[in-house]
């Protein structure tokens, strides 16, 4: 990763930062272009190597698009989400992920159909949301959140066959990381419902299973 890439300050600096239609994101130095697809461990150098609430938001932003009905997306997700939120919870400075999980591409066709579905609900989150309950989102009451995010990322690989609970999980993730990165914390209370209902809908499974 690029350790003096500056990590984006919203949802939409972060959408505009994976979007092949931005000038920005076109051909540069060191990255594949975006035009032509971007793998897992480009999409992260763009947002920065420090900043793992903007790293948490890239997998699950595209869990929450309709791309997470693409074949082991979800398993892929997960495991991604899995290994920068045990990164971030161990106070690691810089995020590495495996390789079999950084060459992992998406096309730019891909990628400009999540940007796409992604830009409204984005565009009123950053609208609405402020520094509120900040004490929620700093140390170590942020573990808390991470914690969390490991135990719901780390079932969608078992539920791979129900996309609209990894969509909505992943939802709540992308939730609990932006409020990490914007210092929100009654959007981390949100995201903790989402997860919590979640959880719930998964020990009801496994109740049912069992």
Same mark, same amino acid.
């Given at each position: 990763m690029t350790p003096d890439q500056v990590a984006p300050r919203s949802l939409t600096g972060l959408l505009d930062t994976l979007d092949p239609e931005n000038p920005a994101t076109g051909a540069e130095h060191r990255h594949h272009d975006a035009h032509e697809g971007l793998t897992i461990q480009d999409m992260l150098d763009r947002?920065?190597? *420090?900043?793992?609430?903007?790293?948490?938001?890239?997998?699950?932003?595209?869990?929450?698009?309709?791309?997470?009905?693409?074949?082991?997306?979800?398993?892929?997700?997960?495991?991604?989400?899995?290994?920068?939120?045990?990164?971030?919870?161990?106070? *690691?400075?810089?995020?590495w992920l495996p390789g079999f999980l950084a060459t992992r591409r998406l096309s730019g066709a891909q990628l400009k159909r999540a940007v796409n579905y992604l830009r409204k609900p984005a565009a009123w989150l950053d609208r609405n949301s402020r520094h509120r309950l900040r004490f929620l989102s700093a140390s170590p009451m942020d573990r808390i959140a991470l914690l969390a995010v490991m135990v719901v990322a780390a079932t969608w690989p078992f539920l791979?066959?129900?996309?609209?609970?990894?969509?909505?999980?992943?939802?709540?993730?992308?939730?609990?990381?932006?409020?990490l990165m914007v210092r929100d914390g009654f959007v981390l209370i949100a995201g903790y419902t989402v997860l919590g209902l979640s959880l719930a809908v998964v020990a009801a499974l496994i109740s049912g299973i069992f």
């Open positions: 947002v920065g190597a *420090r900043s793992f609430g903007a790293a948490l938001l890239v997998p699950s932003l595209i869990l929450v698009s309709p791309l997470s009905i693409i074949p082991l997306m979800p398993t892929i997700g997960g495991l991604v989400i899995l290994t920068i939120s045990i990164q971030a919870f161990f106070g *690691r400075d810089h995020l791979e066959i129900l996309p609209m609970f990894t969509s909505i999980s992943a939802g709540g993730v992308a939730l609990i990381a932006f409020a």
